[in-house]
């Protein structure tokens, strides 16, 4: 069992990547964690989990508070996970299925983030996408438990 656990570990936490997942992970990891915030808490102008829930069952995703809860928590801790460098793949991953349901939300919008298209959705996409693959990189808490278990 701890081998099996051991390997499972091995395949999330290592990396080939080197300084560009740092460069990546950073700005996204905050960009994610400012936007569960707003989510979560209300912080940065945000509505809290009441009026995002609202928000939410008004477009369908119900029950809206639950949605909410899931969306922010996915960004905020995920943000969280991702600056920190720890457990990226999962976090990144994550991040991706919550964003995949933001584009659902502006693609009718069109292409650009002024008409609340799903420009900013898609980058942010593409972004987690990249990092659910390559993984933390070299400087990450995930780097270093790696090194550990390889010991």
Known sequence: MKNQINKILTNILSSQAGVGALVLRV???????????QKLF???????????GQWM???GFEPGYLMAL??????????IALILGLFVR??????????????TVHIENGFFISNNGYEFALSLLAATVALTIQGAGVFSLDSLWFKRLSR
Do not use: K, Y
């Not at 700005?27 to 915030?37: D, K, N, Q, R, T």
């Not at 209300?42 to 995002?52: A, S």
């Open 90 to 103: 999962p976090a990144a991953a994550l991040a991706t299925l919550t964003l995949m349901v933001a584009m």
């Open 27 to 37: 700005p996204i990891g905050i960009i994610l964690v400012a936007h569960g915030a």
């Open 70 to 79: 899931l969306a922010g928590s996915a960004e905020f801790f995920g943000g």
């Open 42 to 52: 209300g912080w940065f102008d945000g509505h809290g989990l009441t009026g995002t």
């Open 57 to 59: 069952a008004s477009q």
